[in-house]
């Protein structure tokens, strides 16, 4: 045989391993990705707000009135992170307090209250409450 007819046969061969090995993996990324894709469920800090942030006269603490409204898919469980700093404006340099504070039960569309309780703050100053942070987690 000459050289010419072994580089047709090697040719051939070199495709059809090419052939054998790639098209089932073209046909199973293709057939994986095709399908609608589901949407990603939105963030819990989205469903929660500070309503409210006062100091207690008696004890000198700071006190935020934490709203949870329900999700679509479920009745839940919200676990928010306060933070109470001095103004709305984070101190780059600075850390904040923070509390948590469970919401149980809440069911879809209905709105829950919980109160956390933050630090001692001092006289004279004016306290900011806000969201952190918020995870929820879905009933059994």
């Given at each position: 045989?000459?050289?010419?007819?072994?580089?047709?046969?090697?040719?051939?061969?070199?495709?059809?391993?090419?052939?054998?090995?790639?098209?089932?993996?073209?046909?199973?990324?293709?057939a994986?990705?095709?399908?609608?894709?589901?949407?990603?469920?939105r963030?819990?800090?989205?469903?929660?707000?500070?309503?409210?942030?006062?100091?207690?006269?008696?004890?000198?603490?700071?006190?935020?009135?934490?709203?949870?409204?329900?999700?679509?898919?479920?009745?839940?469980?919200?676990?928010?992170?306060?933070?109470?700093?001095?103004?709305?404006?984070?101190?780059?340099?600075?850390?904040?307090?923070?509390?948590?504070?469970?919401?149980?039960?809440?069911?879809?569309?209905?709105?829950?209250?919980?109160?956390?309780?933050?630090?001692?703050?001092?006289?004279?100053?004016?306290?900011?409450?806000?969201?952190?942070?918020?995870?929820?987690?879905a009933?059994?």
């Open positions: 045989m000459s050289a010419l007819k072994w580089q047709g046969w090697l040719v051939g061969l070199v495709t059809l391993a090419a052939l054998l090995v790639f098209a089932p993996l073209g046909l199973y990324v293709w994986s990705g095709g399908g609608p894709t589901e949407a990603a469920p963030p819990a800090v989205e469903d929660v707000r500070v309503t409210g942030c006062r100091i207690d006269p008696a004890s000198r603490r700071v006190l935020a009135a934490v709203e949870a409204t329900g999700r679509a898919e479920g009745r839940g469980a919200y676990v928010v992170t306060v933070e109470f700093r001095d103004s709305a404006t984070p101190d780059p340099a600075g850390r904040s307090a923070q509390a948590l504070v469970r919401v149980p039960g809440v069911a879809p569309g209905a709105t829950e209250h919980a109160e956390a309780l933050g630090p001692v703050w001092p006289a004279g100053t004016t306290p900011w409450c806000g969201v952190a942070a918020a995870e929820f987690t009933a059994p």
